[in-house]
């Protein structure tokens, strides 16, 4: 996929520069969008997308000072969009347990649940 090429190329460009955030912001954004192409559009597989775009942000973060207050901002607004814990709940998810994310993501992040 599209996306899946765009990523090889930002991870690249990470390894060239490794105190650079910007491809992980990228990448982030990348999965972020993916919602509509791992799922519907809306619910469970749709949502999960966001934990591993929130895995990227916080990393540029972490990584870069330049991008914390994009990444920070960016974490904040998506954060909203996280799986409800009666979600997770009847899928048998569980707060901070590991979770591999299908599609063309492919990674294993972290469960995050909002309290809905």
């Given amino acids: 996929s599209v996306a899946k090429q765009a990523r090889i190329y930002a991870k690249k460009a990470a390894e060239l520069n490794p105190s650079w955030g910007k491809p992980y912001m990228f990448i982030g954004d990348l999965y972020a969008g993916s919602g509509p192409l791992c799922g ?19 990393r540029a973060r972490d990584i ?7 990444a920070n901002k960016k974490i904040g607004q998506y954060a909203q969009y996280f799986p409800s814990k009666s979600d997770g709940f009847t899928r048998n998810v569980k707060q901070g347990q ?3 994310i299908g599609c063309w993501i492919g990674v294993s992040t972290t469960v995050r649940l909002t309290s809905g």
């Fill in 40 to 58: 519907s559009g809306t619910g469970f597989k749709s949502q999960v997308v966001t934990w591993a775009a929130v895995d990227m942000w916080a």
């Fill in 98 to 100: 590991r979770y591999t």
């Fill in 64 to 70: 870069d000072p330049a991008v914390a207050s994009s």
